[in-house]
């Protein structure tokens, strides 16, 4: 498969996931540390303390990404490793483990990809009502600002937040995230405090440093009426509005789709003059998060959005169905995925940059003398980046891949269950070995020359 000179291929993580030092050399408490502590809320009783031991083990990681000849790794900041307390104070060694680590991956010829925000909110600010307080938007832009001030002469590629909507809808409304809240009355406030944070902070990246190229990464996915019937079409558009445009509107066009905004006034989001023109801040690209399609039926009960989404819970091994694969998360292998949000965005919103910026699958994998055969996740890479070649061939502005992830990491609630990485993890000796997908994707970016 060749895809153009340029196109970018990557992996992609985020802190919380993979670091562990959850208490070391002064980082503060995050919703992350706070919410898995909490007993009942991880499977197994998991929690990120260790993680992969990425903030020791960086240095091997990289090797590894060098071997498998990645050009560029997206990596998130932790916010309460570098501002303990959320704000004030900048604890010196947090903010040298990521200036280490961009050194080590420049080194490495590796780009570093840095992502602001990708769900660890420091719990001193969370203390403070987190995003459902306006003020947060603020107190990331500050956060923002003294990132890229110290690393925006060697970081070029910006994204300010990861996935918007799952922070809101699994945090705020579902209560299955941290910081663990059932109300979903109060999502569409957090929503709109997200994406101003974002606008103010693709500003500040801006004035930092003028040839930064900045974008957000968000969570796409087709979108599929479960049947033919008027009423399940019609929960497709609901859902295409509140799951996508209520990001991209803003984004593209500067205003949030009219239903939105038109809630009744216990949902709707303070706007206040001003907003929308920071959130529209133009953008170099958009981040596309995908790994499986939605398929949405009218649902009486969801109120507020009259659509549900038909989602399998997780399980203990992948599985098919009427001939369909899916994977241990519950998630339907649909390998157009790409290839319909990269044309979804090339007619509705001006064929925009992109950039794939996570996409990928968990399946049950098991190490077999010293080797992991993990044929079912090498067919899901090559399917959907054959999708993404379609979607190039078809004029899509598609610039790179970032598989999600390097190695098998936390999985949020779902603890060290799930195993997304190209890299297998022994989760107890931290032994890496580099799956049989890890060597195709490796195969794939070494015949692009
Ligand atoms: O692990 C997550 C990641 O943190 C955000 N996007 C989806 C991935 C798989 O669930």
Known sequence: MKFPQDFIFGAAASAYQIEGAWNMDGKGESIWDRFAHTSGKIRHGDTGDTACDFYHRYKDDIALMKELGLHAYRFSISWPRVLPEGRGAINPKGLDFYKRLVDELLEAGINPC?????????????????????????????????????????????????????????????????????????????????????????????????????????????????????KDKLAAEKADIFMRRTFLDPIFQGRYPETFTTRNRLFRPRIKDGDMEIIAAPLDFVGVNTYTVDRVRYSPWAIGMGFETQMDPAAEEEYTRNGVQYTTMGWEVYPQVLYEILMYLKHEYGNPAVFVTENGAAFSDKVVESRVHDEKRTHYLQTH??????????????????????????????????????????????????????LWYKKLIASQK
């Open 114 to 230: 840095v992502n602001l925000y990708h769900w660890d909110l420091p719990q001193a600010l969370q203390d403070q009502g987190g995003w459902l307080n306006r003020d947060c938007a603020a107190w990331f832009a500050e956060f923002t600002s003294i990132i890229a001030d110290h690393l925006g002469d060697r970081v070029f590629d910006w994204m300010t937040l990861n996935e918007p909507l799952m922070a809101a809808a699994l945090g705020y409304a579902l209560g299955i995230h941290a910081p663990g809240y059932r109300k979903p009355w109060s999502m569409f406030r957090v929503i709109h405090h997200l994406m101003l944070g974002h606008g103010l902070a693709v500003n500040r990246i801006r004035s930092e440093n003028p040839d930064a190229k900045v974008g957000i990464a968000l969570d796409l996915r087709p979108i599929h009426p479960l049947s033919n019937s008027e």
């Open 385 to 438: 980046l054959a999708g993404v070649k379609k979607a190039l061939e078809e004029g899509s502005n598609c610039k790179g891949y970032f598989a999600w992830t390097l190695v098998d990491n936390f999985e949020w609630a779902e603890g060290y269950s799930k195993r997304f990485g190209l890299v297998y993890v022994d989760h107890k000796t931290q032994q890496r070995t580099i799956k049989d997908s890890g």
